[in-house]
């Protein structure tokens, strides 16, 4: 999670090393020890955790922005194999709601520990995957929406991609109170959640730019107009 202030503030070089630690960690780590978590209850083992890093010990700024870009990255990852596996591409905003959705499901339900969540494993694992299919379906759908209105600000892809992942922070917000804690979000938990997947929601619309953009710079087709539609869809 983004929280406004960091814990204390740190040098450059320790920014540097918790930035690239968290991001090991968020990206490879933590999914890899999670879908083991899945084998081992399929198969009743306890497979040693990875340890590839030492995650960060301490909330700074390079910390929380690691953790966000390797959720980022995987997000990104697994919308790719949907839309390879599906043949469905991101032509509108039910196709991107559907796309994302599916992609934050499987990051949810898969790469997520539940290990420290008392109850049934398979419960577990599907609120996460339903609060987090929630929030990306929200966020790659508002953020194709937004892309293709015709005023100026909300048509720039970056603007359309932190705002959709501002909306789908508060959709994790709203969706994680609700079923793991029957309750209503709170003002902070809201806060947290609009800071985090704003900024996610901006990576991702990154690299799926960079992404379309190559496969138009390789077929000779790509023009300055999609130069500025930087976005997730």
């Known amino acids: 999670m983004f929280d406004t202030v960091p814990e204390r503030p740190a040098g450059p070089a320790k920014e540097f090393a918790d930035l690239k630690n968290a991001f090991v960690d968020s990206a490879l780590q933590q999914p890899g020890n999670a879908v083991m978590e899945v084998y081992d209850w399929a198969m009743n083992t306890h497979t040693p955790k990875l340890e590839i890093v030492e995650p960060p010990k301490d909330n700074t700024l390079g910390a929380q922005l690691g953790n966000i870009a390797g959720q980022a990255v995987n997000i990104y990852l697994l919308s790719r194999v949907f839309s390879a596996g599906t043949g469905i591409q991101s032509v509108g905003a039910a196709e991107n709601a559907l796309r994302f959705g599916t992609a934050g499901f499987a ?12 109850g049934n494993f398979l419960l577990n694992r599907a609120a996460n995957g339903l609060i987090e299919g929630a929030t990306w379906s929200v966020i790659g759908g508002t953020a194709s929406t937004l892309t293709h209105l015709s005023k100026p600000m909300l048509n720039n892809g970056f603007v ?6 501002g909306l789908g922070g508060i959709t994790n917000a709203e969706f994680d109170a609700a079923v793991n804690h029957r309750r209503l979000a709170t003002g902070d938990e809201l806060k947290r959640g609009v800071l985090t997947y704003a900024a996610t929601g901006a990576i991702t619309g990154g690299l799926n730019w960079r992404s379309h953009s190559a496969a138009m710079f390789k077929s000779q087709e790509l023009s ?5 539609r930087y976005t997730t869809h």
Do not use: C, K
């Open 160 to 165: 359309a991609n932190v705002t959709a992942g």
């Open 107 to 118: 990051h949810g339900g898969l790469f997520q520990s539940t290990a420290d969540q008392p």
């Open 224 to 228: 300055p107009h999609l130069v500025n």
